[in-house]
């Protein structure tokens, strides 16, 4: 190959934090709360001999843990450890192994295996998109570093459920806590290319914590797993839509990075068809396949494009180093939209000298005469900058598409509880939207939460049709209407069937979950109503009385 490893450089912090790789949530999260106790960085803390179930279960059968009956019954605790509180890596196989403790308290990570529970940057990201909002983080530590003190010190409350009990046992008895300290690292706040994801992800957090006193613990970090994850995916999402769009015109919509104001539509919203009734040849899956189907379908610009912004990187280093090019003291890298700013006229001919110079690097290293495949980029008359960007793509592109396609199953949560992509038939059966019902549980318990003409936010019914559309407005889920964009130019008469099949499965979905409510046969008496009665004065006073 004739790419050095500035060619081969994919990753580009000012997109994503992200390293393109299959994403396991637990371990995210785990990751996470590292960074939340630090401020954003993480821990130094490593470990050279990983932990296993005996390693964890010995320290609740120490004679100084505060359990009863867990020596008497080893066999049964070793169980409970295992399935209630670890995550495992290959469970049940012969090379099962513990990534960590399930993050179900703040100090979880303290208790991890690193080099078996790898966030690959999704842990960075989730901060970096949530510090938008100081208070959904702030509220997040809150709720997972409950019963800790500001130095801390451990005091369980009297409230506390027993796994979280278990895990600030297990953190009590160890001596690992002199360790556990910021890596030194500087923490780079990300300037999103779109503002909205990341306001829309804090504000959804925010509403889903009002529910902490009504559900256990472990079932609201279950929640938290799969809205942060429904939300990562929304994120990349929109940037697979957005990045090439950008790279092509040369510029971002002012509109996405100043923040959009309320009801002003962003250009690159997703715009997404599930399919509600589940079944493989039912009336909406063909729907559902062709929208998935699209949206993979541009990973091969997306990753032309997040190539295009690196490079750019690299190109506006160079001008800064020959004081071509001013950058904010202290900042490193150049923000997104900066660096596409560069493929402006201004900046044409140290942008064709730069890249001019990295083409004939990769041609020269080559065999002449030059593989039929190469000679063909070259004799396509690109600018420098676009002939550098097909020679990468030429080498690099099918690899990189590859890991994207794992990274978004698993932020999807590919055929897992919680997803928004099926599979089936395994590899050879064809991607298809979905919406799983703890996922519409989760984004029910959200919507239900508005604020009332007072300010004050609280639980609210809502017609199925007023869900429905808020779904589309909010998350660009399209169940009863097919989009007018991203694939579709909205619903024709052989439609109305297969939308009708999907409406109906909703309502139906509703009924098993718990949500829906039918009073009568009049459309305004069908009602989805909260779960729980919560009313508080603002986002921010829940916990204001304790």
């Known amino acids: 190959m004739a790419l050095d490893s500035k060619d081969r450089a994919f990753r580009c912090d000012s997109i994503s934090r992200i390293d393109y790789k299959t994403l396991t949530m637990d371990r995210v999260l785990t990751a996470f709360l590292a960074r939340l106790w630090h401020d954003g960085v993480p821990?130094?803390?490593?470990?050279?001999?990983?932990?296993?179930v005996e390693d964890y279960l010995s320290l609740l059968l120490d004679p100084d843990a505060p359990f009863d009956g867990f020596a008497d019954n080893e066999d049964i605790s070793q169980r409970w450890v295992g399935t209630h509180l670890l995550d495992l890596v290959n469970r049940g196989r012969v090379t099962e192994a513990v990534a960590g403790p399930r993050p179900l308290h703040g100090f979880a990570y303290r208790l991890r295996n690193s080099r078996r529970s790898r966030p690959y940057g999704a842990d960075e990201q989730l901060y970096e998109?949530?510090?938008?909002?100081?208070?959904?983080?702030?509220?997040?530590?809150?709720?997972?570093?409950?019963?800790?003190?500001?130095?801390?010190?451990?005091?369980?409350?009297?409230?506390?459920?027993?796994?979280?009990?278990?895990?600030?046992?297990?953190?009590?008895?160890?001596?690992?806590?002199?360790?556990?300290?910021?890596?030194?690292?500087?923490?780079?706040p990300l300037v999103p290319l779109?503002?909205?994801?990341?306001?829309?992800?804090?504000?959804?957090?925010?509403?889903?914590?009002?529910?902490?006193?009504?559900?256990?613990?472990?079932?609201?970090?279950?929640?938290?797993?799969?809205?942060?994850?429904?939300?990562?995916?929304?994120?990349?999402?929109?940037?697979?839509?957005?990045?090439?769009a950008a790279v092509r015109t040369g510029a971002v919509d002012p509109s996405c990075t100043r923040g959009h104001r309320p009801a002003e539509p962003c250009p690159y919203a997703v715009n997404l068809f599930v399919d509600v009734l589940g079944v493989d040849n039912g009336g909406p899956a063909p729907y559902a396949a062709r929208?998935?189907?699209?949206?993979?379908?541009?990973?091969?610009?997306?990753?032309?494009?997040?190539?295009?912004?690196?490079?750019?990187?690299?190109?506006?280093?160079?001008?800064?180093?020959?004081?071509?090019?001013?950058?904010?003291s202290g900042r490193n890298e150049l923000p997104a939209a900066e660096a596409i700013a560069l493929l402006t006229d201004k900046h044409k001919r140290d942008r064709e000298?730069?890249?001019?110079?990295?083409?004939?690097?990769?041609?020269?290293d080559e065999e002449e005469p030059l593989a039929p495949e190469l000679q063909t980029i070259v004799d396509l008359g690109l600018s420098r900058f676009e002939t550098y960007q097909e020679l990468i793509m030429h080498y690099r592109g099918a690899f990189q598409r590859k890991y994207l396609v794992e990274c978004i199953d698993s932020l999807l949560m590919k055929n897992r509880p919680g997803q928004m992509v099926t599979q089936p038939r395994g590899k050879a059966g064809a991607r298809r939207l979905v919406l799983d019902s703890r996922l519409l549980e989760v984004l029910l318990q959200v919507a239900l939460v508005q604020q009332d003409e007072t300010g004050r936010m609280r639980t609210w019914p809502m017609r199925v049709d007023e869900v429905l559309?808020?779904?589309?407005?909010?998350?660009?889920?399209?169940?009863?209407?097919?989009?007018?964009?991203?694939?579709?130019?909205g619903a024709d008469v052989p439609d109305q069937a297969a939308l009708r099949e999907n409406s109906a499965a909703f309502v139906d979905r509703l009924r098993e979950i718990g949500y829906y409510r039918d009073l009568s046969d009049a459309y305004l008496t069908q009602t989805i109503t909260p779960r729980f009665t919560i009313r508080v004065e603002h986002l921010d006073a829940e916990r204001s009385a304790r």
């Open 291 to 328: 929208s998935a189907a699209i949206w993979y379908g541009r990973l091969p610009q997306f990753v032309r494009g997040t190539f295009a912004v690196q490079k750019l990187g690299d190109f506006a280093a160079d001008l800064a180093k020959h004081g071509k090019l001013l950058k904010a």
């Open 194 to 244: 779109c503002k909205q994801p990341a306001e829309l992800m804090a504000d959804d957090v925010l509403r889903l914590l009002l529910h902490r006193d009504f559900m256990p613990r472990t079932v609201l970090v279950e929640h938290l797993k799969i809205l942060l994850s429904f939300h990562l995916a929304l994120y990349h999402l929109r940037m697979i839509k957005l990045v090439p």
């Open 43 to 52: 821990s130094r803390m490593s470990r050279a001999v990983d932990l296993t």
């Open 129 to 188: 998109l949530l510090a938008i909002k100081p208070l959904a983080v702030q509220k997040l530590k809150d709720f997972f570093f409950s019963d800790i003190e500001a130095d801390g010190r451990v005091i369980p409350g009297p409230d506390i459920d027993v796994e979280s009990q278990a895990l600030l046992s297990m953190v009590s008895m160890t001596e690992e806590k002199a360790q556990d300290r910021p890596d030194g690292s500087t923490r780079k």
């Open 469 to 489: 559309d808020l779904f589309r407005a909010r998350y660009g889920l399209h169940i009863d209407q097919l989009p007018s964009e991203d694939g579709f130019a």
């Open 353 to 364: 000298m730069f890249f001019d110079m990295r083409v004939r690097r990769i041609l020269d």
